[in-house]
């Protein structure tokens, strides 16, 4: 079974977009099962075939450990870590070709500590892929751009899976602005010279240095615009994931 992991930001749309694209997947007839990992998630805009909720909720390990929101979400990374065994099972039982993975708003807590490395070798890193998720109310400046893109590139390279970076929310700027971010990520604009024109004072060179490493080790990658409410853009995800999987060949579509 693929795996496909949605990661990033707080806020960044996530959930959404698992929503969304689970839903494009079974419109356009292919298997498809999600599993929520945040054990902290409210309202859900999805129902989940496998919840960690079951096993570990946030407001309780509040109550038992007597920690607040913060620390209870590093205690429950942890337990989600340790309960991994459990959740295999039903992934096992599942009838689906594709699971869509959705993760806590945390990034670091999956990016940094040893529960997310746990994670994804338990989902076996040879069948998954990283969903990286970004918004445009983080990355349309020059420098929120290279910060989005640092993270992006902690993420793949600590796992060491392949990884697409996704550009959410793509309804909420206009076309010129999305197109002026397409650019930087594939360096056909000049990111170079937009970050020496932004007034960012100290933040500026901070910037300009991080760029320079991170094209050093060449981490700019082509992003995937995406709206999940105009469900703009989640084609060309699955487009990427047989990529991925069946370099390019779509199975699905040449066995029906
Ligand atoms: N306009 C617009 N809003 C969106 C889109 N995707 C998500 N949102 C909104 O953005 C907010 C956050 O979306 P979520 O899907 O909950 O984001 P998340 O990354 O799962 O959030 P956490 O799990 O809390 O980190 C919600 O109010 C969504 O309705 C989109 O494509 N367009
Ligand atoms: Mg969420």
Same mark, same amino acid.
């Given at each position: 079974?693929?795996?496909?992991?949605?990661? $990033?930001?707080?806020?960044?749309?996530?959930?959404?977009?698992?929503?969304?694209?689970?839903?494009?997947?079974?419109?356009?007839?292919?298997?498809?099962?999600?599993?929520?990992?945040?054990?902290?998630?409210?309202?859900?805009?999805?129902?989940?075939?496998?919840?960690?909720?079951?096993?570990?909720?946030?407001?309780? &390990?509040?109550?038992?450990?007597?920690? $607040?929101?913060?620390?209870?979400?590093?205690?429950?990374?942890?337990?989600?870590?340790?309960?991994?065994?459990?959740?295999?099972?039903?992934?096992?039982?599942?009838? =689906?070709?594709?699971? #869509?993975?959705?993760?806590?708003?945390?990034?670091?807590? %999956? =990016?940094?500590?040893?529960?997310?490395? &746990?994670?994804?070798?338990?989902?076996?890193?040879?069948?998954?892929?990283?969903?990286?998720?970004?918004?445009?109310?983080?990355?349309?400046?020059?420098?929120?751009?290279?910060?989005?893109?640092?993270?992006?590139?902690?993420?793949? %390279? *600590? %796992?060491?899976?392949?990884?697409?970076?996704?550009?959410?929310?793509?309804?909420?700027?206009?076309?010129?602005?999305?197109?002026?971010?397409?650019?930087?990520?594939?360096?056909?604009?000049?990111?170079?010279?937009?970050?020496?024109?932004?007034? #960012?004072?100290?933040?500026?060179? %901070?910037?300009?240095?991080?760029?320079?490493?991170?094209?050093?080790?060449?981490?700019?990658?082509?992003?995937?615009?995406?709206?999940?409410?105009?469900?703009?853009?989640?084609?060309?995800?699955?487009?990427?994931?047989?990529?991925?999987?069946? $370099? $390019?060949?779509?199975?699905?579509? *040449?066995?029906?």
């Amino acid at each position: 079974m693929n795996k496909i992991v949605f990661v $990033g930001t707080a806020g960044a749309g996530k959930s959404t977009l698992t929503t969304a694209f689970d839903q494009w997947m079974h419109d356009n007839g292919h298997d498809c099962a999600i599993m929520n990992l945040d054990p902290g998630a409210e309202e859900m805009t999805y129902e989940p075939d496998i919840d960690i909720r079951e096993w570990v909720r946030l407001e309780e &390990v509040m109550r038992d450990y007597s920690l $607040g929101p913060n620390g209870a979400q590093i205690v429950a990374a942890d337990l989600l870590a340790l309960n991994m065994d459990k959740l295999l099972d039903p992934i096992e039982k599942l009838d =689906a070709d594709y699971l #869509l993975v959705d993760t806590p708003g945390q990034l670091e807590l %999956f =990016a940094y500590r040893q529960s997310g490395k &746990v994670v994804i070798d338990r989902l076996g890193a040879d069948e998954t892929v990283l969903a990286f998720v970004t918004e445009p109310g983080i990355c349309k400046s020059p420098g929120g751009f290279v910060s989005s893109s640092m993270l992006f590139a902690s993420v793949s %390279f *600590r %796992f060491e899976i392949p990884a697409l970076n996704i550009i959410s929310k793509t309804d909420l700027i206009p076309s010129e602005e999305l197109n002026r971010i397409l650019g930087w990520a594939t360096e056909e604009s000049g990111l170079y010279d937009d970050l020496m024109d932004e007034d #960012l004072r100290s933040a500026k060179a %901070f910037s300009i240095e991080l760029y320079k490493a991170l094209q050093q080790v060449s981490a700019y990658s082509e992003m995937i615009p995406v709206s999940s409410k105009d469900r703009f853009g989640l084609e060309d995800i699955y487009t990427r994931i047989q990529d991925i999987f069946h $370099g $390019g060949e779509d199975l699905d579509r *040449r066995i029906s």
